[in-house]
């Protein structure tokens, strides 16, 4: 474990972990945030949203360079509004990693996150967004889905849990996709090997910056490739119990401002 005063790369994830419920940031968190920058040391958002769905919160943060989207597969410039790198998830893989979800579950209720800086979150009727907040365009049927390349597909069962749901993927889907869970309500596939871990790296190889000096704060499964990537992995006090169990530390929860209270810590009260 690197020693606290050596972070140079503080990693957080949004939603349960820097942002509140009501999808806002503290005021506590932003003056934690702007030591940080004080310090010399740079912030990235890493999250499952897409780069449209971050773009406003980016905005808001005042940030203008990279973040980390869509689990991984999209490594966004927020100055430029380019993405300097994005994988796809194959539409084929994607159709047949669902029909093997089902073939075991039953029906499951499928949205997507296209692809590309202005791309749409699509969601097919039965499937109910986890976060009302977010921008969705119903389709008619799920063949409309594929009209336009994706980065994930998020899935829903009316019965089963997250948990669930999750093993039972993983178990049929196999080579065809990566699975992970990244927040209440919130399954996904994404393109097989693609985590936060990769798309951490590729933004911290652009930014000339190392694992062993970063700091990752994050509340779901979808964070423990991360927190194995970095030196040190914060878990929130709301987090998964899988993901506390590979913390390095526990904090105070996403509400109690959790993330600020060990940046305080790290580079001194604003």
Excluded at 11 to 28: E, I, K, M
Excluded at 51 to 70: E, K, N, T, W, Y
Excluded at 165 to 183: I, K, N, P
Aim: with cysteine; aromatic share 4%.
């Amino acid at each position: 474990m690197a020693p606290f005063t050596a972070f140079s790369l503080v990693a957080t994830d949004l939603d349960g972990t820097l942002l509140r419920a009501d999808d806002t940031f503290s005021d506590r968190s932003r003056a934690a945030l702007a030591r940080v920058a004080r310090a010399g040391a740079q912030h990235l958002v890493v999250t499952g949203r897409p780069a449209p769905r971050v773009r406003p919160l980016l905005d808001d943060l005042g940030c203008g360079g990279l973040a980390v989207c869509g689990q991984g597969a999209q490594v966004y410039d927020a100055g430029a509004h380019r993405l300097l790198w994005s994988v796809t998830l194959d539409r084929e893989l994607a159709e047949t990693a669902l029909g093997k979800i089902e073939a075991e579950v039953g029906q499951v209720y499928a949205a997507v996150d296209q692809d590309g800086v202005d791309g749409l979150t699509l969601i097919e009727p039965g499937y109910r967004m986890p976060h009302p907040t977010l921008p969705a365009v119903r389709v008619e049927r799920r063949d409309d889905l594929w009209c336009a390349p994706i980065s994930k597909v998020l899935l829903r069962h009316a019965e089963l849990s997250d948990d669930e749901l999750a093993a039972t993927a993983r178990a049929v889907v196999g080579s065809l996709a990566t699975v992970t869970m990244s927040g209440p309500g919130t399954v996904e596939l994404q393109p097989l090997g693609v985590t936060k871990a990769t798309g951490l790296a590729l933004a911290a190889e652009h930014l000339g910056l190392s694992p062993w000096r970063t700091i990752a704060f994050g509340d779901m499964p979808n964070d423990i490739p991360m927190f194995g990537w970095a030196a040190h992995g914060v878990a929130m006090a709301n987090a998964h119990p899988a993901l506390k169990a590979v913390a390095d530390e526990i904090t105070r929860s996403n509400e109690d401002d959790g993330v600020a209270v060990v940046l305080e810590r790290l580079f001194g009260a604003a």
